[in-house]
């Protein structure tokens, strides 16, 4: 239905003058990666993926820092990105889950916080070291995201919000097909 979860609110948005704003998902059974898609998944394929239900917060509060000091030039001290990692990414009644994807020598460079929910997941945020730029880490996560999916029979795999006339948010419609919350309906996007 559109809506997304910030911490332990969910929240949709509801301006009367303006539907910007578009909820996007993946429909994985659709998914096909594309030409550069598929060379992200071979160039990532030493990467190790695990799964971790109920994770360990405090595991990633160095990495979440690094990745908005280095991505989004916000600096912050320890105890403010630790409230900020905790308040935004988890939830108290949500059974959030991590992906972590690890190298051989089992070094952390990404992970993408989601949420289960009934025919797929909310990839709620994705963070990585930014030292590993060229894996295209961010691409990666959403890819294998959506393999995951496939794999477990789930359908579909909610990217969050787009607008379109945001550079920024455009790389979630590369992801094809797509499907975008428009007038209380799933509607394709871009196939």
Same mark, same amino acid.
């Given at each position: ?35 550069? #898609? ?12 695990? @799964? ?21 030039? &916000?600096? &912050? ?46 990839? @709620? ?6 030292? *590993? ?10 890819? +294998? #995201? ?24 455009? *790389? +979630? ?19």
């Amino acid at each position: 239905m559109g809506f997304r979860r910030t911490g332990d609110r969910i929240h949709r948005p509801n301006c009367l003058s303006c539907s910007q704003c578009v909820s996007l998902r993946i429909p994985v059974d659709k998914f096909v990666a594309s030409r550069g #898609q598929r060379r992200t998944i071979k160039k990532n394929s030493i990467l190790d993926t695990y @799964v971790v239900i109920n994770p360990d917060h405090t595991n990633y509060l160095d990495l979440y820092q690094h990745y908005i000091e280095n991505r989004h030039h &916000e600096t &912050e001290s320890m105890q403010q990105a630790q409230d900020t990692f905790e308040n935004f990414l988890f939830s108290l009644w949500s059974d959030t889950f991590a992906i972590e994807f690890r190298l051989p020598s089992k070094e952390l460079v990404c992970v993408a916080i989601c949420d289960p929910l009934i025919q797929g997941w909310s990839a @709620v945020y994705t963070f990585y070291n930014v030292g *590993y730029s060229q894996l295209s880490l961010g691409t990666y996560s959403i890819l +294998k #995201q959506t393999s995951l999916l496939k794999e477990r029979g789930l359908k579909y795999l909610y990217l969050g919000y787009w607008i379109n006339d945001c550079d920024k948010m455009n *790389y +979630k419609t590369q992801f094809k097909p797509c499907e975008g919350f428009t007038n209380d309906q799933w509607i394709a996007l871009h196939e």
